[in-house]
């Protein structure tokens, strides 16, 4: 190809890439799969890799973010941003409305937003492009967060339409529940702390030094407020009508009030609604709709005089603590969980609530029968936040964490250092098995359709799978007489089934269920190793080697293939055809120029990211390895480098070369 027909590939690649995402993002109404998705951002990736020279900032292969570790920079905000009065009671509201009247003395409007409960955000954009992003800060100042913003898939890098040559739009970055949920339960699979709720966990993503990890998280935004000097409207809901033209995710749940009725009649509608939102909202906020007016109206020393926010009361319910009860998921860990006399909370009727484990139960000083408080955290998970020990009975037993697993009577353990208790027979344990045949289906994983839990259930209890290699031996003859299942079914699951040994084998490796082997992990011990038995045959310290795998992983790895069980199983798999090794496209190389060099990065790069470094190493044959060894073949040092890796490589003889001598190597 001609370099004119790969930058034409390249342009409408890029096009069409961010049409999807607008398409997805915004209007959540795809028109692809996920998989189209990933084959043209896979093919846009492989060109712009190989052609540097038509680098895009704004291309959508950059929102994966950079591991360039940056340290914010304080910008001072153009127009101040600051945050509104609160108020929990309605009788302020009146005031609010009162004042306003007074002051202005003419018809007025009053727009009335759902409060949004994540991190907010100002973006600025000049000639329709997004130039800056920045937090609240102190209202004055807020640190520059534009590479971790950029991440965020429904905020436009470029605009559309008869926008302003500069303006600022404001808005809150939240995460999803069921987003949160998910982050949340793949941290508990690979034994990491969950995160405590969605406002905290975006407001500290932002906070980031690496935009590769923010791109990882499940962030969303919604925009509303738009400001500037040449504005389409002096009306507020026009400008957020013609933002929403120019590709921006505009809320819809608005109202343009001229009463008191009419704003009291959307606080209620909310204070009931919001519990069925996909979202966290924890008020209302009322703005004046006339940007002139709010002019006139201006500001005090801390709060504009044309906005106030409603506050929802917190939610708390008072209930009794009937049990105990324990679960064991997939990788064995046991869950405690509370069950509770059923109270009305949030919109829902709570009969549990999660208790983490041992030392939450005993920081608690729990007993059986206590009279508990509980709220929903972050709206989502119920928790106990509170024990009336005053009521508490003289003969209560104090809850005591269970010895043995509650499924197969296995002796629990708890490795050190970690606070959950383990279920070790992960062989025949039952929760165990299933859940790792549920991880296996997943989509992100083997992406087997018409296997959900209930199926996965029924056919472990009919004893027609035992494990994940069971499910290539099933026949539509066996699944068609089972309950809920009949001929079609049966077929469509046989076809998804064998559909699904095309399958990469870095989703392979990441199906497998390995701890603490997560997608990414997953995906680097397979370009690391090329194929199954290499790694299988792995030494810790070959392991090690690997970027960002350290010993908890290593060790975790070398324990599940030290198990004959699950040895046995990768041999049926092998057998019914899945892919345990790269194909030969994935293994292409651009040149054999670093072939056979184990190279260690460290510090940062004028002309490249670390991650783009290390793949421009792997396409030339090269290996990055993570630890200086006396079989390092080079360290590649950047500005802030690590002061024991260059000591180290000083002190073993290794050569030390700099970005541009690692890119004169490719050259030659």
Known sequence: ??????????????????????????????????????????????????????????????????????????????????????????????????????????????????????????????????????????????????????????????????????????????????????????????????????????????????????????????????????????????????????????????????????????????????????????????????????????????????????????????????????????????????NLEPVQLAGTIVKRASLHNADFIQSLDLHLGDMVYVEKGGEIIPKIVEVDVEARKPDSEPVRFITHCPECGTELVRPEGEAAHYCPNSATCPPQVKGRIEHFISRKAMNIDGLGAETIDLLYNVNLIKDISDLYSLHPMQLTPLERLGDKSARNIIRSIEESKNVPFPRVLFALGIRYVGETVAKKLAMAFKSIDRLMSASKEELMEVDEIGERIAESVIDYFADEKNREIIEKLKKAGLKFELSEEEMQTASDALAGKSIVISGTFAKHSRDEIKKLIEMHGGKNVSSISSKTDYLVAGDKIGPAKLAKAEKLGIPIISEDDLLNLIEQ
């Open 1 to 338: 190809m001609s370099n004119t027909d790969i930058a034409h590939e390249i342009e409408q690649l890029r096009e069409e890439l961010n049409l999807h995402n607008y398409r997805y993002y915004v209007l959540n109404s795809p028109v692809i799969s996920d998989y189209e998705y990933d084959q043209m951002m896979d093919r846009l990736i492989k060109l712009e890799s190989e052609h540097p020279e038509f680098f895009d900032p704004d291309s959508p292969t950059q929102r994966v973010g950079s591991d360039i570790n940056v340290e914010f920079k304080q910008v001072k905000h153009k127009y101040p941003m600051l945050s509104l009065g609160n108020t929990y009671n309605e009788g302020e509201i009146t005031d609010f409305y009162k004042r306003i009247a007074k002051a202005l003395n003419e018809p007025f409007e009053i727009v009335c937003e759902l409060k949004y409960d994540g991190a907010s955000i100002s973006l600025t954009y000049e000639n329709g492009r997004l130039v800056r992003g920045v937090t609240r800060g102190d209202g004055t100042r807020g640190d520059d967060v534009t590479a971790n913003i950029k991440t965020i898939k429904s905020i436009p890098l470029r605009i559309k339409g008869d926008y302003p040559a500069e303006f600022e739009i404001r808005g809150e970055v939240y995460i999803p529940r069921d987003k949160f949920e998910e982050m949340n339960r793949e941290r508990i699979e690979i034994g990491e702390e969950p995160f405590s709720n969605p406002r905290n966990t975006a407001a500290g993503s932002l906070k980031l030094q690496n935009s590769r990890q923010v791109a990882q998280r499940p962030l969303d935004c919604f925009l509303y407020y738009v400001l500037g000097e040449d504005l389409p409207s002096h009306k507020h809901v026009e400008n957020l009508e013609k933002a929403r033209s120019w590709g921006f995710k505009i809320p819809k749940e608005y109202k343009v009030c001229n009463s008191l009725d009419e704003i009291f009649g959307f606080i209620h509608h909310w204070d009931t609604a919001r519990h069925d939102l996909p979202y966290d909202i924890d008020g209302i906020v009322l703005k004046v709709n006339d940007l002139n007016q709010q002019k006139r109206l201006g500001f005090t020393a801390k709060n504009p005089r044309w906005a106030i926010s409603y506050k929802f009361k917190a939610e708390q319910g008072y209930t009794k603590l009937l049990s105990v009860s324990f679960q064991v998921g997939r990788t064995g860990a046991v869950t405690p969980v509370a």
